[in-house]
């Protein structure tokens, strides 16, 4: 009886040398086309897992943890000194795709820095902002502005405690002025305030009080007046905020 032999099929050379090129778990460096390097786990040919990728273009490292190929998790981003050299690090803290999210801290000069919430690369949640005049802002944030409740204290202590919107103080909000002895508070509105009492607080152990002390309101309800007012802002800002066909 004749016997049939079939010829034995052998995969193409580069059928191996894919499987091989495949990058799962640790790997030593890989360089891209572009001269950037990874150096860390692999996930079906993504980063993922605890890694260090360094940009060649800016010189910029990241270390921490990646999620299929995206920085997600805890992890440091750090940029070289344009004159020393020396690596700065200029964000620690939590990631997600790619952005950070959650908390962590950013630096934007050795004197000025942000600690607290982020959301889609933008501070956003509960922060605080030290800026490289001394100053110092507290509270909540959004679109990387603050807003919300919040307090802005002055290098010479003087501070702001109140609303904030898109950045600036914006609603009912008290500003205290320890250097002179004297509480502004009253109603904002772009930065500006509108309406308000200014009395005397803390004035003996103000450090350059006022020559007189603030005479008293003789209004028979100035807390009423000043609801009133308030009252007639706040009219004054919807209307103004509405489409100019529906008024």
């Known amino acids: 009886m004749p016997i049939v032999k079939y010829p034995r099929t052998v ?48 010189g910029a490292i990241y270390s921490g943890d990646w999620k299929f190929g995206k920085r997600d998790g805890y992890g440091t981003y750090s940029l070289p000194d344009p004159i020393t050299k020396d690596y700065k690090k200029v964000y620690s803290g939590w990631w997600k795709n790619d952005k950070m999210w959650g908390y962590g801290i950013k630096f934007y000069s050795d004197m000025e820095y942000y600690e607290g919430e982020w959301a889609v690369g933008k501070r956003s949640g509960w922060g605080r902002m030290y800026y490289k005049d001394g100053s110092i802002y507290e509270g909540q944030w959004s679109e990387d502005k603050p807003s919300g409740q919040g307090m802005f204290r002055l290098k010479n202590e003087n501070r702001y405690e109140g609303s904030w919107k898109d950045g600036k103080r914006h609603g009912p909000g008290k500003f205290i002025y320890l250097d002179t002895g004297q509480l502004y508070e ?6 500006i305030p509108r309406c308000g009492t200014m009395i005397d607080f803390g004035r003996d152990e103000a450090p350059a009080p006022t020559q007189y002390p603030i005479p008293k309101v003789e209004l028979a309800d100035p807390e009423g007046v000043l609801e009133n007012a308030i009252v007639l802002l706040e009219n004054a800002e919807e209307a103004n905020s509405q489409p100019q066909k529906e008024r």
């Open 11 to 58: 995969d193409p050379l580069w059928y191996e040398w894919d499987r091989k090129a495949q990058k799962c778990g640790l790997r030593h460096t890989v360089y891209a086309v572009n001269g950037d390097r990874y150096t860390g786990e692999w996930l079906d040919n993504l980063k993922h897992g605890k890694g260090t990728q360094t940009w060649k273009r800016t």
């Open 186 to 191: 009253g109603y904002w509105v772009a930065d």
